[in-house]
């Protein structure tokens, strides 16, 4: 996936390659929460969620510095190992091309 000095173009916005994971496993964290309401029980109220994705340590490493310089005092830090993420796929329903110019 390249380093961290690697810069992706998202909507002309250049961010790193730490900051398109972190943001690629949070919306999946989210969406995992909303499938999983029972896990979402064991979360600490105002928590700060940091994810830790096996095999990129320098990742985490990186997550849980943001995660720190983030929290407040007496805040929760909630550390979630993920093992990996499955290839992403469309989950739109039979798209039509309605016209082309």
Do not use: C
Request: without cysteine; glycine residues 6%; negative net charge.
């Amino acid at each position: 996936m390249g380093d961290i000095h690697t810069a992706l173009s998202e909507g002309g916005l250049a961010v790193t390659r730490f900051e398109w994971l972190n943001s690629v496993l949070g919306l999946e964290f989210d969406r995992y929460v909303l499938d999983h309401p029972d896990f979402a029980k064991n979360i600490p109220q105002d928590a700060i969620v940091v994810l830790q994705l096996k095999g990129e340590d320098a990742f985490n490493e990186w997550a849980r510095n943001i995660a720190e310089f983030h929290r407040e005092e007496g805040q929760p830090l909630l550390y979630v190992r993920i093992s990996g993420l499955t290839p992403p796929r469309s989950r739109l329903i039979r798209p039509v091309i309605a016209k082309t110019a």
